[in-house]
Structures are given as C-alpha cells and as structure tokens.
C-alpha cells in the first residue's frame, strides 16, 4: 500500500505557501504611518527587543523619508525583514500599542518595517552607516545564523575584521532553513545575509568548527571568538524508532520544504506531529499543505501549556490539524515502516503529570515528525577549556555576553535556550559590543 500522499501541481504549492500576511501597498503604508500617534517614550520601542525606535522609522515613512527610515530601523536590529515577517509582533510592539488600550486596533508595525526592508532590498541595500578605519583586530564566529550575522555586522562597522563559520552550505540559520514559506521566503534571509556581507562580513560555509577547524586553529587566527551556534540537536523522544521508516526531526523536515522544492518532500497520508511549539506548528501545517489527509498533533500537556503562541494555535485548526492533548507517545508501532502510533493519556496529580493505567490508545500513522525541542551540541562546546554550561546553555555575563573563558562570547538560542529571532538579533549585537570592551581593555593595561 502506497502511504505517501499524492503529489500537488505547481500551482497548488504555491497557492498552499503563500504569504499568510502580504505586503501593503505603498498607498496603505503612507495611510498607516499617517495612523501612528509618534509616543514619546514609546511602549512600543519598548516592547522590542531589539528597542527599535518605531515612532521615528513610521514618521519618516509619512515624509518619503525611506532611506532614513532603513537606517532608523538598520541601527538597532541587523535581522530587521526576517524579524518584519516572522516576529510574533502582536504579543511585542504592536502588543504594547497605545492603540489597544482605546479599543482599536493597533498599528501594524510589523507590515510597516517591512515595507521600508523590501524598499531597501530594491534599492540595492545602499550603505546607510560608514564603517570605523580597520583596528587591525579579528573576530571569529561559529555560526551564520541571526545573533552571528548581527554580531558581525555590528563587529565590521567598529573596524574589525570579521570572518563567520557556518556548517551549512547556505547561511542564515534558521531564519534560512527553519521559517515556514507561507511566513517568509528563504531569498528574505539570504537577502540579510548579503547585506551583512557588504559592510565586509567573510562567511565560510561548510566549514564545521571542531571537525573541519579546530578550536586551537581558530584561536590562533583570531582576537576574540563569538558562538551563535543554536540548538542543533534534536531532543530524543525516548521511545525506540531503530530501523523504522518515516521518523523524522521537524527541523529537517521545515527545512526540505523551506527550500521550496516540493517535489522532493515526500509526506505520508496521516501524519502524527509530537510536541506544540511554534516548529512543531510549522511543521503540521506544512504537512497539512503539501497533501497529507490527516495531521495530528500529540502533546503530553493541555491547551494552556502549549508553548506555540494563539496566532500559531489558531492557524494549525484553520488548517484542519486535529489536536491530541494530555497525550504521551509511548511505542512506535511497525516493523519497517510507522503504522501507528501508540500513546496514553495522561492527567495531573499533585501538580505532577503521571500516565493513566490502562488508557493507552493508537492512532493510525505513517509519518512521524518529532518536535519536542533542540538542545546544544554539548560535544563540540566542550572542546573550548572552561566553557561553562548549566541546563543545556551557554553560561554568559548577561552584560557583556562573555562566557566563563573570556576570549569566548555567545548569543542567541545557545544562551537562553531557544526564543525569537529578534531576541538573537539582539544578542549578537549586544556581544559585539561586549568584545570591542573586553579586547580595548585589554590593549590598554
């Protein structure tokens, strides 16, 4: 029996992938600026992390300003169009809008930073900041993805010479591999990468630090050194699923379909999604998209614990995904292949989940996707002498973003376990700083 979904046209992908949220109009974006009350002490610069100041990029809008507006916006977040399309904007600045405490609704702030990042990017991404004289220092960093490009970009407009390691053949993280089509399109973040390298950011793909480069080389090469490497590896489900096809990570799954070859993904007909955060999201509703019949979702836990934010939630049951809660998976059934998934149902005693007796149940699969978290790769991490590491992060200065070796800084999801885009955004920045700190002071005793 052929458990792979029949194949869609070319037509029905692109329908089934477009922009859930497409771009204003140039004529909508002046009306919507114009809408913009111009706070001073803005809540909403506030509620960014990244503490764009949102009053200024949205008036210049209003005078045709846009290259300034660019700038504005460029200034304080380097990830500023993946962060346009992906950030969870209603629960950040536009969820701190004075506009919600009057009942209406608030300015699309997310819609308006992308407007002027597209006009940008049109417009050939011309320099907007003059780069310092070269310091004659070096900084390497182990990763191409948000916090590494805005470390680097921050780092080479100081002066310094800037070289990102990236173990992937195409740069950008997961904002490259690891964002829903229907979210934003992967030539978005490779667009960011490009710009980075234009103020003179070097990135060297496929290069694996600790395999293809060894800690020692690259201490050798550099002044100081920045880990934005993420969570790359998957959390074990602690189930067996030796020698049974169809199993998959949700990261390598997103990632084929982020790549847009549709053809080439391959999903079952009913397909079971473990976990209920925004990736195992992503990962039903693309199931969902690419034909399966049915998806299912599993989580140990209620609707209240899910970490997926409503918008997320709301969109997996406009798709169809049918919702497992208090569900534990237990045994993968099937000798070559998934045929079923048997869980059981839990319930909280004393605060505590435990597993009711004599509840388990199966669910007819052949697709499996395992989204139940990412962690660190422990195994090259402690290759670095006196790196420290506490509940799967990186220890850092929460300051300075130095690590407990102090020729190593570190950002991004390494550090706090795996938040938002724009969280990365900021950190790199905030480390690039914390370095150009630690190496003048260093050169100054």
Not at 185 to 201: P, R, W
Not at 277 to 298: C, F, H, P, Q, S
Not at 392 to 410: E, L, R
Request: proline residues 4%.
């Amino acid at each position: 029996m052929n458990n792979i979904a029949p194949k869609l046209s070319a037509k029905e992908y692109e329908k089934n992938f477009s922009e859930l949220k497409p771009a204003l109009t140039p004529i909508a974006a002046m009306a919507e600026a114009n809408r913009c009350l111009y706070c001073f002490d803005s809540s909403c610069m506030t509620a960014c992390p990244t503490h764009i100041d949102i009053s200024t990029f949205i008036k210049k809008i209003t005078s045709g300003n846009m290259k300034g507006s660019a700038k504005t916006i460029l200034s304080s977040n380097w990830i500023a169009l993946t962060c346009a399309k992906a950030c969870p904007v209603d629960v950040l600045c536009e969820g701190a809008c004075v506009y919600n405490d009057k009942g209406e609704k608030p300015i699309q702030i997310g819609k308006l930073q992308r407007h002027v990042m597209d006009w940008y990017v049109e417009k050939g991404m011309p320099a907007l900041i003059t780069p310092a004289q070269k310091n004659g220092k070096s900084v390497g960093i182990i990763g191409a993805g948000p916090s590494g490009l805005a470390c680097g970009a921050e780092l080479s407009l100081m002066g310094y010479d800037v070289t990102i390691y990236d173990a992937n053949k195409k740069p950008g993280g997961l904002d490259t591999h690891g964002i829903a089509p229907y979210k934003m399109k992967q030539q978005d973040s490779l667009n960011e990468v490009k710009m980075i390298q234009k103020l003179g950011v070097k990135i060297k793909s496929n290069v694996l630090v600790g395999k293809d480069l060894s800690i020692e080389e690259l201490e050798e090469m550099h002044d100081a050194i920045f880990i934005g490497t993420g969570l790359p590896k998957p959390t074990d489900l602690m189930i067996s699923e030796k020698g049974i096809k169809g199993v998959y990570d949700a990261l390598e799954f997103v990632k084929d379909v982020t790549a847009r070859k549709w053809k080439n993904v391959n999903v079952g007909k009913r397909v079971a999604v473990i976990g209920a955060g925004n990736t195992a999201i992503d990962a039903a509703t693309e199931a969902k998209r690419l034909g399966a019949d049915e998806v299912y979702m599993i989580y140990r836990r209620g609707r209240e614990q899910m970490s997926a934010y409503d918008f997320e939630f709301e969109l997996a049951k406009s798709d169809g995904i049918k919702f497992y809660f208090h569900s534990q998976p237990k045994r993968i059934i099937g000798k070559n292949k998934v045929e079923a998934l048997e869980c059981i149902k839990m319930r909280i005693v004393n605060g505590k989940l435990k597993p009711i007796p004599k509840s388990e149940f199966k669910i007819p699969v052949d697709m499996i996707i395992k989204a139940v978290g990412q962690n660190i790769d422990e195994s090259f991490l402690l290759k670095i002498p006196k790196l420290k590491l506490k509940d799967g992060t990186v220890i850092v200065n929460q300051k300075t973003y130095q690590t407990k070796n102090p020729k190593y800084f570190a950002g991004g999801d390494c550090i706090n376990g795996g938040k938002e885009v724009v969280n990365a955004a900021y950190d790199g920045k905030q480390a690039a700083h914390g370095i150009d700190q630690w190496i003048f002071a260093k050169n100054t005793k």
